[in-house]
């Protein structure tokens, strides 16, 4: 049997990560008529992770939100199913887990984020058992829901840690969800709800801000700001919230936690010469508003691995990736980068079983809605069916293939 013909060595565009930034850019870069791209992704399964939150708050299937990755890649892509681990943007070159090493003319980088969950003390082996569990993993999503959809008292704790995370709204979410779970079955007054936050407010915009702080006080529930916490006893069901204004930490006992693990950027980009020098969590530098590299104008970054003032949310990507696509075009002819991002993310918060906000804001934090004529600002039903049927669509049938 003769062996299959090795890839070549080098591509006029490589992107690393097959997630939502990364096809979405190929898709883009195909439609415009690049012909030699690769994309370095290992895993053959590409998850929708916003649906996640409703797994979790029984609303919707997992299965709802999986393809394979060979049905989302686009026609033309050369698929290198291999890691990346490491990069030298002054050769031009990425080094693969196998340790192939592959050159390139422009670089796109979108891996993503990794989950640390060690980060944590007492996290990782308590996930999973014990009332412990989380929707940033599929596999404990649906275990959320059968949490939540048995407890009838107790104490329920909902955490979200320090630093950037991808999808900042979804640790309010499930708490949300999860409440009113709890109101319609009678048995709210009898669970102690604590959402544990780590910053100065439930939402960075104001009108958004009042709204969640409404939400949770219809739903009873205790919200501890500056806080977030920073032990877990698995076995004994304690967990230790920190006050980080007053520096003071008290240890709750829990019958359900859902947490959020610390997040951070891959370690080989983290310890590389890509990695912003401001950012304590290794994300990658990139100017935000041509997201090009500020050292090397040939490598672009997007995603939740760029270091940009905005919330990681794949709304953010949607607009980001046009923004790439044009800049890194004008490259190859030869052209200073004059398309622009202007900080666009998108937030919907789930804040009942069929209710929804839709927080819509740039990089000041003004708000920019963008569908006319409807206040998003209020919870609306219609809101939430766009979160469960309508984006899902969005994303599977336009984003991933370059149309929206």
């Not at 791209?37 to 709802?64: D, K």
């Not at 796109?108 to 969950?117: I, M, R, S, T």
């Not at 009113?180 to 669970?191: C, E, T």
């Amino acid at each position: 049997m003769t062996p299959a013909p090795a890839a070549p060595s080098r591509h006029q565009v490589l992107i690393v990560g097959g997630g939502s930034a990364g096809i979405t850019v190929a898709a883009r870069l195909r439609r415009a008529g690049v012909r030699d791209i690769a994309l370095l992704e290992p895993s053959e399964t590409h998850w929708y992770q916003p649906l996640w939150t409703l797994v979790g708050g029984g609303q919707a299937p997992l299965r709802a939100s999986l393809r394979t990755e060979a049905d989302v890649m686009p026609p033309g892509v050369r698929w290198l199913r291999e890691r990346a681990t490491a990069v030298d943007p002054a050769a031009r070159t990425v080094t693969t887990a196998s340790g192939r090493v592959l050159s390139y003319g422009q670089l796109v980088l979108a891996p993503g984020l990794e989950l640390d969950w060690d980060g944590l003390p007492g996290l990782a082996p308590a996930l999973g058992h014990d009332g412990v569990t989380s929707n940033y993993r599929p596999d404990l999503a649906p275990l959320t829901w059968e949490f939540i959809r048995r407890m009838r008292r107790g104490t329920a704790v909902f955490t979200m840690p320090s630093g950037p995370v991808k999808c900042g709204g979804a640790p309010q979410k499930i708490a949300y969800l999860a409440a009113d779970h709890w109101r319609k079955r009678g048995v709210l007054k009898s669970i102690r709800t604590i959402l544990v936050l780590p910053e100065p407010a439930m939402f960075k915009v104001p009108v958004f801000d009042r709204a969640l702080r409404e939400t949770a006080r219809r739903y009873g529930i205790e919200v501890r700001l500056n806080s977030e916490m920073t032990a877990v006893d698995g076995p004994a069901r304690k967990a230790v919230l920190t006050d980080h204004t007053t520096g003071t930490a008290e240890t709750v006992r829990y019958d359900l936690l859902h947490a959020v693990p610390p997040q951070r950027a891959p370690r080989w980009l983290a310890d590389g010469p890509l990695a912003d020098p401001q950012s304590p969590y290794g994300y990658v530098a990139a100017d935000r508003e041509t997201l090009q590299h500020p050292d090397f104008p040939d490598v672009f970054v997007l995603g939740d691995v760029a270091n940009l003032p905005t919330s990681k949310t794949g709304a953010a990507i949607r607009k980001q990736a046009p923004v790439v696509v044009s800049n890194l075009l004008a490259g190859l002819r030869g052209r200073p980068a004059s398309t622009r991002y202007d900080g666009y993310t998108s937030c919907p918060l789930v804040t009942a079983r069929n209710k929804m906000l839709l927080a819509e804001f740039d990089y000041d934090l003004r708000p920019t809605p963008s569908l006319p004529f409807i206040d998003t600002t209020r919870e609306r039903t219609d809101m939430w069916f766009l979160k469960r049927y309508g984006l899902p669509q969005l994303y599977f049938r336009a984003m991933l293939k370059g149309l929206a």
